[in-house]
């Protein structure tokens, strides 16, 4: 259970960047919401398939992340300040995005011709307002990234993968194992925004 649901949206979310044709070298992958469990899955497996992944955090965990695989870190003030802007200079081949709102709607502004943004979380917002420009001016593809409806076929073949191209070696580092009694002050961590990575919960 240290990947559970975080982890199996984080391979989905991979597996459509793949699908939708990045490649390692094509250009950086953004991941928003970096220390979470989906977002720090995710920069584990791009950096294992050998991306430059820059990592968005409003956390000071820059250490934490480059550890990860991340090749750049950036905190949310800077990646928001110019955010207004219809349309921004082209960063991202790829995005993956745990957090929605004016996070979303930047990194669509920043991704490159024809790149892919996969939107999975609503951590900041479930809320957008942008132009049409980044569709079609550039052809930037928007996919949603569900995990409670996949098809069984979609679910046997991402936790295949999680098994093998995108096994990973740092597991017990994004996770940690917590008792019952441990698990209020887990859940506060969680709504003060300083819990990374996943939480296991262990009943006997």
Not at 55 to 70: I, P, V, Y
Not at 149 to 174: G, H, M, N, P, Y
Request: charge should be neutral; aromatic fraction near 6%; hydrophobic fraction near 45%.
């Amino acid at each position: 259970m240290m990947l559970g649901t975080a982890g199996f949206t984080a391979g989905r979310c991979v597996e459509m960047l793949l699908l939708q044709g990045c490649v390692p070298g094509n250009g950086d992958i953004l991941v928003t919401g970096a220390t979470g469990g989906v977002g720090s899955i995710s920069v584990v497996i791009l950096a294992r398939l050998g991306f430059a992944v820059t990592a968005l955090t409003g956390k000071n965990e820059s250490t934490f992340l480059r550890d990860l695989g991340a090749h750049v870190v950036l905190s949310r003030g800077e990646f928001l300040r110019s955010s207004k802007k219809m349309l921004l200079p082209e960063k991202w081949a790829g995005v993956i995005d745990t957090l929605g709102g004016q996070y979303l709607e930047t990194a669509i502004k920043e991704t490159r011709y024809e790149g892919v943004v996969t939107s999975c979380g609503n951590a900041a917002s479930g809320d957008l307002a942008f132009s049409v420009y980044p569709f079609i001016i550039r052809g930037v593809r928007l996919i949603g990234i569900d995990s409670a409806r996949c098809s069984l076929e979609i679910r046997e073949r991402v936790w295949c993968r999680l098994a093998t191209d995108f096994k990973f070696s740092q597991l017990e580092e994004l996770a940690s194992v917590i008792s019952l009694e441990q698990l209020d002050g887990a859940i506060g961590s969680m709504l003060a925004g300083s819990l990374r990575g996943r939480v296991v919960i262990r009943l006997i």
